[in-house]
């Protein structure tokens, strides 16, 4: 069976097909319509009339359907896990949290929609000026493949509830989620023609997206190459983009910090997913006196962690695609002037000869301009360095050109806080380390991680504009 677009709540055959294959086995699972300008076209025309309703529509009515959208993807969360694995290869038990983070992007922004008021400003008796926040109508969303089901509900929820309209892209590999998730949407009372799925390649649909004349708003989620084109096409039009690209986060871990949780955190940050995170900690820029303690406990982690298909409940999946196996070994490989400590090959345990699974990788004592220090691997590979002083840590830190994330290990109040303050990121974990943090929170990068920002009420703002009212009383 093919899977094909969702256009106005309807299935949209395509004049092509490609095929997606599972990354754990390298065999092919279906066959997807590869959409082309024409597809987005209907896309866009069905959510520009879908908006002329959904806009109008009470608020608490756009609230209790979003609610209801999620209390969907909740029952369907073990179905949409099972495809998502298949996808993207990563194991079911992630799959399932995926799924039900981004049932909570549905109900918190489905929530969040009836609190968001404007304001009124005082001037005189005379006159009342107040401000409203507004849709800007069809939002275009470009995904990428690493995490689909979150980054939909990441991207739409907060569109939708604020009275836009969506037409989505998912990344080429993993497009499945998407369609079944609109079409529950539609069920969950969406008008049809809402939430808008067009499924195909990133030069064909997404280049289409990205250069819509009714596009008024343009998300993307990807690499920050794509993004720049992206982003150049919003320019052209003069229309605002919201841009979450890559990332080379760090861990800065200080003499006094609680090694063993750091350690945890740590593993967790760079192996799920296989480390096709955008918001990894891929980097541990260490205080030279405990190097030798964290490295210890960070092999054991490591050691602990299953490589294998993540449908057998394994702990680090496959890479989304052999391609990518080998870039990731090609950088392992190029010269860093550090020492692979654990790792740094494929993987070759039970079932994983035919897929794209590569070791769980620690470098120690890495050059920090090296490539491997530098660039976003995007694999389960994580580069240690040290450092003497407060200055260098903070210094090696920031010194990429990303800025998603960052994270500090100590238990000195004032060393956390005067880190956090100077480190360049979006987000910044003290003692902790959440991957993408919470759906609450929010999230986005600086530098060449990106802009604008998803999660919490910020995206509120994000995807509506102000309009300001004066009444001459
Ligand atoms: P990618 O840039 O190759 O593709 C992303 C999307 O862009 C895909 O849907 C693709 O089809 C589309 N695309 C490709 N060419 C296009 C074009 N010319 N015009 C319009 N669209 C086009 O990225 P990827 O490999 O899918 O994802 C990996 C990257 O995504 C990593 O860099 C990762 O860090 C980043 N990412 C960032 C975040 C974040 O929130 N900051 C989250 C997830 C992933």
Not at 154 to 177: F, I, Y
Not at 350 to 360: A, H, I, K, L, R
Request: hydrophobic content about 40%; overall charge negative; proline content about 5%.
């Amino acid at each position: 069976m093919t899977t094909w677009s969702i256009i106005n709540g309807k299935q949209h055959p395509a004049d092509a097909t490609y095929t997606v294959t599972n990354p754990a086995s390298g065999e092919p699972i279906d066959s997807v319509g590869r959409s082309e300008r024409t597809d987005v076209n209907a896309a866009v025309e069905a959510a520009l009339a879908a908006g002329r309703l959904w806009s109008q529509k009470p608020v608490e009515d756009r609230s209790k359907t979003l609610v209801k959208l999620a209390e969907k993807i909740e029952d369907n969360c073990d179905r949409l896990a099972a495809i998502e694995t298949e996808d993207c290869g990563k194991p079911l038990a992630q799959a399932r949290n995926d799924a039900m983070v981004c049932a909570s992007y549905f109900r918190f922004f489905g929530n969040a929609i009836m609190t968001y008021y404007g304001s009124q400003i005082p001037i005189d008796d005379s006159t009342l000026a107040y401000t409203k926040r507004e849709p800007f109508g069809v939002v275009g969303s470009i995904l990428a493949w690493n995490y689909p089901m979150q980054l939909l509900g990441r991207s739409v929820a907060a569109a939708l509830a604020t009275g836009n309209t969506c037409v989505v892209k998912p990344a080429d590999e993993t497009p499945r989620t998407a369609v079944e998730i609109a079409l529950l949407a539609v069920e969950a009372g969406l008008p049809p023609g809402a939430l808008n799925i067009v499924t195909g390649l990133g030069q064909g649909a997404g280049q289409a997206i990205s250069e819509h004349p009714d596009i008024t708003l343009m998300g993307f989620v990807g690499s920050p190459e794509t993004g720049a084109k992206v982003a150049t096409a919003a320019a052209k039009r003069l229309i605002p983009s919201v841009m979450e690209l890559g990332g080379k986060s760090a861990h800065v871990v200080f003499s006094d910090a609680n090694i063993e949780k750091a350690a945890a955190a740590i593993t967790k940050g760079i192996l799920q997913n296989a480390g096709q995170t955008c918001s990894a900690g891929s980097r541990v820029i260490v205080h030279a006196s405990i190097e030798e303690s964290l490295l210890e406990k960070l092999v054991k982690e490591f050691e602990r962690m299953s490589t294998g298909p993540g449908e057998k409940g394994h702990d680090v999946g496959p890479l989304i695609s052999m391609k990518q196996r080998d870039r990731v070994h090609s950088l392992v490989q190029a010269p860093h002037g550090g020492r692979v400590v654990i790792g740094g090959r494929f993987a070759s345990g039970e079932g994983t000869t035919d897929g794209s699974f590569y070791e769980p990788t620690i470098i120690r004592g890495v050059d920090p301009k090296s490539q491997i220090a530098q660039e976003e691997v995007f694999g389960p590979v994580l580069v240690v360095t040290t450092f003497e002083t407060k200055e260098e840590a903070i210094k090696l830190a920031n010194d990429t050109e990303y800025a998603l994330l960052g994270a500090v290990w100590t238990n000195d109040i004032t060393t956390a806080h005067n880190a956090a303050d100077q480190i360049l990121a979006g987000q910044v974990f003290i003692n902790s380390y959440g991957v993408g943090g919470g759906v609450g929170i929010p999230f986005g990068g600086w530098k060449k991680s990106g802009y604008g920002r998803e999660k919490g009420i910020d995206a509120l703002n994000e995807f509506t504009q102000s309009k300001s009212i004066i009444v001459a009383l």
